[in-house]
Nanobody, 115 residues
Framework: QVQLVESGGGLVQAGGSLRLSCAVS????????MNWYRQAPGKQRELVAR???????NYGDSVKGRFTISRDNAKSTVYLQMDSLKPEDTAVYYC?????????WGQGTQVTVSS
């Protein structure tokens, strides 16, 4: 069974940093494209960052230059380094991947940025 478990969220002041982790099990992690999404209250879930099996990355426009996605295949873990955080980054952050045609989500981790 595929499981994704996020950690690392919390409360931080504007301008600060956090690193989120997502530990993945039940799939051949090294072959998966991994995604970070976020959802703020009253807003749709949006893609934050993506990293392919080959290490190519792309980012949502609102986080480019501030967030960095990376992966450690030996640990089956994907990371999201978030720097220069802004209050508008406040959201629940979710890890996601497809295995075959089925999508899997983690339980989410709350990030709150105070002004």
């Amino acid at each position: 069974q595929v499981q994704l478990v996020e950690s690392g969220g919390g409360l931080v002041q504007a301008g600060g940093s956090l690193r989120l982790s997502c530990a993945v099990s039940g799939t051949l992690f090294s072959t998966n494209t991994m995604n970070w999404y976020r959802q703020a209250p009253g807003k749709q879930r949006e893609l934050v960052a993506r990293i392919t099996a080959g290490g190519s990355t792309n980012y949502g426009d609102s986080v480019k230059g501030r967030f960095t996605i990376s992966r450690d295949n030996a640990k089956s873990t994907v990371y999201l380094q978030m720097d220069s955080l802004k209050p508008e980054d406040t959201a629940v952050y979710y890890c996601h991947c497809f295995v075959g045609t089925r999508g899997y989500w983690g339980q989410g981790t709350q990030v709150t940025v105070s002004s």
